[in-house]
């Protein structure tokens, strides 16, 4: 269990981190706690959730996931999302080819919401997930309120690159006029998901906080 944390002055509070006083923030209600004695992890005295000082291992799950997600990124672009049967013949599509087919006087809003939502929101995100390891591991101390903005928009952006895997799905499921014509999801469909699963699960495992460690790398346990 925990102890809730006694009330302070805010300019003691500015003048040391959190962990350094040994109070614990919920990632669920945001309240600030104090572990019991002789413990470094407790549970919110508020909503009961388990709360401890970083997320364990944060780096190196968040590598991982990044490193699954630039793999699958890959044949997400280069292989065809979809695939179109009729009478004359297959025709398939990558993003991009979907992208230039869409392109036209009237058609070409929804080309550039494919286009930034399928390729370069995706890569985006693994870039800004890239630096922001690079900096955590390098121990950066500049720019920290510019790299705490760059995860919290890369947080709050993520969940619409399945935009390009909601219109393909619906896609597929309208346009079944068999024998005449039918759309299929093709295999760069399913890397593209797993691009956006990934991504989401690599913000998920960071741990933001790590980004003010480097002020006092003494005071981290196990990040």
């Known amino acids: 269990m925990t102890i809730a944390a006694p009330p302070g002055s805010s300019s003691a509070m500015q003048a040391s981190s959190a962990m350094k006083r040994g109070m614990q923030i919920c990632g669920t209600c945001e309240l600030l706690s104090v572990p019991a004695p002789g413990t470094q992890t407790g549970f919110c005295p508020r909503c009961g959730d388990p709360i401890e000082f970083r997320k364990a291992q944060s780096r190196q799950r968040t590598w991982a996931f990044v490193l699954a997600a630039v793999v699958c990124y890959v044949p997400a672009n280069l292989l065809p999302v979809l695939s179109t049967i009729t009478i004359e013949g297959t025709q398939s599509d ?98 593209f998901a797993a691009v956006v699963v990934l991504t989401m699960l690599a913000v998920e495992s960071f741990d933001p906080r790590l980004i003010w460690d480097s002020e006092n790398p003494n005071e981290v346990h196990d990040a």
């Open 94 to 191: 990558t993003i991009m080819g979907g992208v230039v087919l869409l392109w036209s006087p009237t058609g070409w809003p929804l080309s550039l919401i494919v286009l930034v939502a399928s390729i370069m929101i995706p890569c985006g995100k693994i870039v800004a997930l890239i630096h922001l390891l690079v900096s955590v591991q390098r121990g950066a101390i500049g720019s920290r309120q510019e790299r705490i903005r760059l995860y919290r928009l890369v947080e709050a952006i993520g969940r619409w690159s399945m935009v390009d895997v909601f219109v393909d799905t619906f896609t597929v499921a309208l346009v079944q006029l068999q024998p005449l014509m039918s759309v299929e999801p093709g295999p760069g469909l399913f890397f």
